[in-house]
């Protein structure tokens, strides 16, 4: 897949009536793109405004653990732009993929660079709080994300299993709705 594929598939999924499914799905699919195509892919959702999106496209970075390989300082305003404050998972993935550090060194240069509005102000703000939030608490949610997206501990998506309670008969053995 390619990024362009990888965008267009996030709200492809958020779509379709059948929900957390299709998101799951799309995971599986999504996990065997290159790390750069799954990065720069979801990271376009940030393009739009849509809450959902986001919160799906940056719980996807953080429970894959996608690298982030693009200059976090020119990438930032665009993304704090469009990024709605509810999205715990932008700030949890950056500083994880980042380092908590680089975020803030970013964040600064946004602060200094130019003249925010009151908005970006208040975006810069929210995550700096985030950045506060403790390790644990971090790992939490990305171990939530990991069981709603239907990925294994590692961000490498699994197959569901199949109950081995359920059981065929042959139909010599099975019994006839007479019997019953």
């Given amino acids: 897949m390619i990024a362009s594929e990888i965008t267009s598939g996030v709200y492809s999924a958020l779509r379709r009536p059948n929900g957390w499914q299709s998101v799951q799905h799309f995971c599986q699919k999504v996990t065997q793109a290159d790390k750069d195509s799954?990065?720069?892919g979801l990271l376009a959702t940030f393009d739009e405004r849509s809450f959902t999106a986001h919160e799906v496209a940056c719980a996807i970075?953080?429970?894959?653990e996608i690298?982030?390989?693009r200059d976090l300082a020119s990438d930032l305003p665009r993304i704090l732009d469009a990024w709605d404050v509810s999205v715990e998972e932008l700030p949890f993935y950056l500083a994880e993929a980042c380092g908590r550090q680089s975020v803030e060194d970013a964040l600064s240069l946004i602060q200094e660079g130019s003249n925010p509005s009151p908005s970006m102000k208040h975006k810069i703000e929210t995550i700096h709080y985030w950045m506060r939030v403790p390790r644990e608490a971090m790992r939490d949610a990305k171990a939530e994300w990991l069981k709603k997206l239907n990925?294994?501990?590692q961000g490498v998506a699994r197959q569901p299993a199949i109950s081995s309670a359920i059981t065929v008969q042959p139909p010599s053995q099975s019994r006839?709705?007479?019997d019953f």
């Fill in 151 to 153: 990925l294994g501990e």
């Fill in 38 to 40: 799954i990065l720069n």
């Fill in 67 to 69: 690298p982030y390989t």
């Fill in 61 to 64: 970075l953080l429970a894959c």
């Fill in 176 to 178: 006839r709705w007479a």
